[in-house]
């Protein structure tokens, strides 16, 4: 399957001298330029200066000149782009800039400078471990989330070789879960994908039997299965839900499977719920510095690193550790949960606000994702006749960052696996996710510009006025057209054919395989299915109801 | 083989309470402690303060306060391991901070922030590449330095598997190399060490005969040899000696089999001759911050990725890019470049002075290492009846941070593979790594305090004045000493032998293999040979020639 995940999203590539702060045809504002602030980061100041600790033409533009600061900072403007990856947090930034200090040195060595370092390292491990709620022992730093999930799937994969080689997944995993089960596929293993509802959570019976095995069998052992190992992110990254972990680990319990559970997305709102037997997460979620994941790996569950041996983090992480943002990755999830409660009731509020009101503003959305069992802070919607890149480019011109699962906004032109496995309209999506501090206003303000926005984009794609019906059966040909115009395409013509009539559509994009049904869906035709067409792509046919 | 590398060093264990600022017996300064210090760094402030950006208690003790910041920093107290890791240079202090604000974001998303993400990150990937001398598309950066070793290893060995399996590297290559070249074994591979002289080089000619392959065969051709890589250091992390990187790259490339050279110790100092295929190095180790490693892999060079697949730094380095910290690094090595000739120099003299007075200062001591080819910084010696880690510990209580690659200071209990590789004496050892900014004085003082603390030690071990001489051939049983008793007890004998008589000594320490014949060197007496012992270990025979 063609998994997408986090960094999947294609790159846009800026022309040298283009900058990025300035919104085409707007005005360049007088020394705010990135290219000049860059070339200042890169450059080396004058020795002496340097050596005194003297100021930097970079430093003396440093944050205290607001008029030089990116005005996009310190929530001025909304930066609705959290899930992906948060601002760092002010306590996180203390803790970085005093361990930059004071941990510095390999603290594997002897000397006071070692020993300094690996108290530190000792001490943000025990408040790491207390928040994940494991023992200090039993968990690593990583340098990411990502290598946490490797390091976890292929360590437990390995430790489990001789139960079995099967690895049960749920189909919405994070990219880096897919991956690592991608190459254990690769290897030879089994990878099972257990399907997600219309929500995007899994049912807890439905993983509950593949760890039975295809047979069925087994039962409490967990040889008859042959599962090594099961993966469960604790919500999910892209429409909020949140997974019933602790039926699924019960589930895990009974079959004498360990089950990883991902909390990269919820671990700064609180703890998982306990009986997981290995946990990843990434510290850039909750405002920590980038270069910071953990690994979790409870007493008892069997594990064989893989890779090349090191003496660092247990050997389960090699390299050396990265002292300063494991402090702040620490010190910052503690702030953070401190705050969690407060800040998640109130951001919960600002997205069932989000929720009801799209829908109302916006005709023809699909809010997706389950409304009650989710991340306090993210909300999805998808958009009919819109192209998802051109929707995020208009919402960025009007100041909000926000993300797409769309496949005209992926390296790989298909949707998010999400959306496919969930089976909901791609097209036109935006992941809305609430940074800690965003205000009321700041929300208001999105649903003020977005109904314009989207209409802007269905003008100028031109899903113009319906033809009069009563026609005969229409074939529509599609064939080298992208996301959104298949469905629009489709849109413009079902009021011509007679109520009863079908529209056949000829479409090779492979979002098209998810929003044509998901079309009929929401204008309540009928979907007939799709054949192979003969000129490539598939014949989508569409029977009128109504 | 048991390599033991830059992590080797065994953790000293600090019970809790115990401020490992405070040397023992020392008394304890007011307000100093890094347990109050550390209990600052990891709980958050009052959220209001927080998010008003208010100072919080570990704010309050910032760097300014000099008073209350430890006074080892900032040159104040000599720290001598710079080959470790060293303290973070002012520019990438600077750039840190400012990346941290510009560049937090995900450089793979299309809005304002992922685009000022993604040109922070092709602007330090074009710096870095500038000073390293590729190409910015054939750089990418990894979590460490091992992770980039770990990688092109791997990478290299993959893309030219139908070649052949063979992997040939020196013997005293970073332990990161070496854990590749295990796992490489483990797998099926074959590896080849190529040995070094006593100065710690490879000779070319050596290396280049592995390359021909154990026939002697291919010639130009690699098919014959079936060596897919051959990895070879700038210069070594231990003693400081420079490798013949130029002339091994040339003998490679007439066997048409890529060179892999790891760099971390070097790149700092300048860049690597030409010739190389692939190159890894290590921000730390010149000044910049940790968690960032450099791979560079040239165009044309056949390289698979192994591991999960991921979209990042095109596919060589998975997980959320470390972006403040890769401008960093980027950063500072273009500023330590730029003050590298002046001093290096300068160092480069401190060394020759540490080198030139240490035999003079201290009787009974083997200075190791190429004299000039060499690092500018780093100089090693060993010291005849010492314990490394009394010598270390009480070198630590004079201020001075230093490492060793004693036994008795490992984990493994064995002496560093470098020093067994080399054949050199490896009690007592010493490495002294300077870093940029070190004094005259510094050395000075190191020089006064050297002579005392070893004779201190020495004294305390008991090396005893020699018994007269004349008797018959000695068995010394030394099992179940440890290093340097064994050896301490064959000097305390060797004078009551006749000349031509013979000392016996039973060991099991690993490190007698290498200090007994290194001390017969160093006394010019004749080492004969070890077989064997019945009760463990060896017989180490020894006859006396003067």
Redesign the interface.
């Known amino acids: 399957m063609g998994s997408r ?8 590539r ?1 022309p040298e001298g283009v900058d ?2 300035v919104p085409q045809g707007g005005r360049k504002r007088p020394f705010g330029g ?1 290219a000049a ?9 004058h ?1 002496r200066r ?2 005194s ?1 003297g100021r ?1 033409p ?2 003396a533009r ?2 205290r000149r607001s008029g030089l ?2 005005r ?2 310190r929530g001025r403007m909304p ?1 609705f ?1 959290a899930a ?8 996180a ?10 941990g ?13 370092a ?3 390292l000792d ?2 491990r025990e ?1 790491a471990a207390e928040t994940v709620g494991c023992r200090p022992d039993e968990l690593v730093f990583t ?5 946490a999930v ?1 390091s976890g799937v ?1 360590g437990a994969l390995a430790g489990r070789r001789r139960v079995g080689d099967r690895l049960v997944v749920s189909a919405v995993e994070h ?2 879960v897919l ?2 089960g ?2 254990h596929a690769a290897a030879g293993g089994t990878v099972t994908e257990v399907p997600v509802g219309r929500t995007g959570a899994v049912d807890p019976e439905t993983f509950a039997a593949e760890l039975r095995g295809p047979d069925g069998g087994a039962g409490a052992g967990a040889a008859g299965s042959g599962v090594a190992l099961a993966c469960l992110q604790s919500a999910n990254h892209e429409v909020g839900t949140e997974q019933p972990v602790a039926e699924v680990a019960e589930a895990c319990r009974a079959a004498g499977v360990p089950l990883l559970v991902d909390a990269a997305q919820s671990l700064g709102w609180g703890p998982v719920p306990g009986g997981w037997s290995l946990l990843a997460a ?1 510290a ?1 979620k909750w405002g920590g ?3 910071v ?1 953990f690994l979790a790996v409870r007493k008892g569950v069997r594990f064989a690193p893989q ?6 983090e247990s050997g389960r992480a ?8 494991v ?1 702040a990755a ?2 910052s999830l ?2 953070v949960r ?2 969690a409660a407060a800040e998640g009731a109130r951001l919960r509020a600002l997205v069932d606000r989000i929720r009801a009101r799209v829908p109302e503003l916006v005709p023809d959305v699909e809010v997706v994702g389950d409304p009650v069992r989710r991340l306090p802070h993210l909300v999805t919607f998808s958009c009919l006749y819109v192209d998802g ?1 051109t929707l ?2 208009e919402l ?1 011109r009007e100041g909000f ?4 699962g769309s496949s005209c ?1 992926s ?1 790989t032109l298909t949707p998010s696996h999400v959306l496919r496995a969930m089976g909901v309209l791609s097209e036109g999506n935006v992941r809305v996710s609430l940074p800690a ?1 965003t205000t009321e206003a700041d929300v208001d303000r999105f649903l003020a510009v977005l109904p314009g926005v989207v209409s802007g984009v269905r003008d100028r794609l031109g899903t113009g006025a319906p033809v009069p019906d009563g026609g005969e059966d229409l074939v529509v040909d599609a064939l080298g057209k992208r996301c959104p115009l298949p469905v629009i395409e489709l849109a413009k013509v079902i009021g011509t054919v007679r109520v009863g009539g079908t529209v056949t559509v000829l479409a090779d994009d492979e979002a098209a395989r998810l929003d044509i049904p998901a079309w009929c869906e929401m204008r309540a035709q009928e979907y007939v299915g799709a054949t192979p067409s003969p000129r490539g792509g598939h014949a989508y046919v569409v029977r009128r109801l109504s």
Chains 1, 2 share one sequence.
């Open positions: 995940g986090e960094g999947a999203q294609r790159a846009v800026v990025p702060e990135l602030r860059r070339a200042a980061l890169l450059t080396p100041p020795p340097a050596a600790g930097t970079l430093a440093g944050p600061r990116p996009l900072y930066y782009d992906s990856a948060a601002p760092l947090h002010p306590v930034r203390q803790a970085l800039l005093a361990a930059l200090d004071e510095w040195a390999d603290p594997a060595r002897l000397h006071r400078e070692g020993r300094r690996r108290l530190l001490a943000a408040a340098p990411s989330g990502t290598h490797h292929s990219s880096s991956h690592a991608e190459a990434s850039h510095p980038a270069g994941g890779g090349p041996s090191d003496e660092r090699p390299g050396f550790e990265n002292l300063p943002a402090v620490a010190a503690r702030a401190a705050e890149e995020l480019s960025d960052s926000v993300s797409s906004t390296s501090g």
